[in-house]
């Protein structure tokens, strides 16, 4: 589930099949990319890539892409699928808080639902400032932590949190709200603006949609296992199919309706 956000644990996001489901956030990424308007020859850094959708779209428009994320395997599909486009990117091994990048390197830095997963967010955004040129601009998506796929999140935490026999950590830091942004990037030299948007999520039906994800998911792939073991499986399932049926939105198939902000960052 892509609002699946922070179980017990880092989320390592090469196991499972992310990039089975990385399609359902692909209109978020042309959002970002279109808010950013990269042009030829800009450099432009996608953080958190995963299997490249704002990477590719970027280099598409004839950007001069490097895509940064901590999953080996899914660096390795991103560039498979630049090869099967006849796209030319880069993509690097690191997270938000340690680009192997140069300072002052994207002229564009891009984060579709990536930087909202990092661990230390003012590390992040350090690293973010150093990272981005003086004239540079940052585009990034965050959650709105609200809805039914945030309540399905929520209810995967708890359980995988008593399955690991884990305590719930801090709340994660809200990359959502403007006020928050402001104050953790304007003191390396950024102006923010947000902008509301929306992305459905469809599918034959609520069962089918669970099914896909609660295999495909690096979440729930990665704590199957220690679900299975202490019971939590079966309730959590049980569980997430009751919150996606009642909150379907449509009775014929499985629609629901998750909102996010589009964050723009630029330099002052």
């Known amino acids: 589930m892509p ?33 950013a308007a990269p042009v030829a020859g800009e450099r432009v850094v996608d953080v958190g890539c995963g299997t490249g959708n704002a990477a590719l779209l970027a280099a598409a428009r004839g950007a001069r892409v490097t895509g940064v994320d901590p ?57 973010t400032g150093r990272v981005t040129a003086p004239t540079g601009r940052v585009v990034l998506s965050a959650w709105i932590p609200a809805g039914p796929l945030f309540e399905l999140a929520r209810a995967s935490r708890e359980a995988i949190g008593r399955a690991l026999g884990t305590p719930a950590g801090p709340p994660p830091f ?28 469809t599918a034959e039906s609520p069962a089918a949609y669970l099914d896909t994800e609660s295999h495909e998911h690096p979440a729930w ?9 202490r019971g939590e499986l079966a309730p959590l399932r049980e569980r997430a199919l009751r919150i996606l049926e009642d909150r379907n939105e449509d009775p014929s198939a499985f629609r629901v309706t998750s909102r996010y902000v589009v964050a723009t960052a630029r330099r002052i």
């Not at 792939?221 to 073991?229: D, G, P, T």
Request: proline share 4%; charged share 25%; net charge negative.
């Open 71 to 127: 999953a080996t395997r899914l660096l390795e599909v991103a560039a498979e699928v630049a090869a099967e486009q006849g796209l030319e990117a880069t993509f690097v091994e690191g997270d938000a808080a340690a680009m192997p990048l140069g300072d002052g390197e994207a002229d564009v830095m891009l984060s579709v639902f990536g930087v909202i997963f990092a661990p230390d967010a003012a590390a992040a955004a350090a690293e």
């Open 174 to 201: 809200a990359w959502h709200d403007r006020d928050a942004l402001a104050e953790l990037l304007g003191p390396h030299g950024f102006d923010i603006t947000t902008r509301e948007e929306r992305l459905a999520f």
């Open 221 to 229: 792939s990665a704590n199957r296992a220690a679900l299975e073991q």
């Open 3 to 35: 609002e699946m956000s922070r179980p017990a644990g880092a989320i390592d996001w090469g196991v499972g099949r992310y990039e089975q489901i990385a399609h359902h956030v692909l209109p978020a990424a042309r959002v970002v990319v279109e808010h």
